[in-house]
């Protein structure tokens, strides 16, 4: 039982780091680094990087929370406790 408990928080946190992450290379690089290039293409008549620094940095909030929510529901049913299940029904 506690090496399923283990391999869950791990899992876990696995996954908040990799969205964390992310999080932070999209907008770091999306609206830093290569802003001049993404600058050339407009988009709603906004520079393209522009965009991904103010507006697109929340629409990746707003995915990556809604793909936490599945990954998380996906992992509770991984490593879901048969006899905790079994007792609910």
Excluded: C, H
Aim: aromatic share 20%; charged share 20%; proline share 2%.
């Amino acid at each position: 039982m506690n090496n399923k408990a283990d391999a869950y928080w791990k899992a876990n946190l696995r996954l908040i780091a990799i969205l964390l992450t992310v999080w932070f290379v999209v907008p770091f690089f999306g609206g830093i680094v290569f802003v001049d290039t993404l600058n050339r293409i407009s988009l709603g008549g906004y520079p393209f990087g522009f965009w991904v620094a103010q507006q697109g940095s929340i629409y990746l909030f707003v995915v990556l929370i809604f793909y936490y929510a599945k990954r998380m529901s996906d992992l509770d049913d991984q490593f879901a406790d048969d006899s905790r299940v079994e007792g609910e029904r």
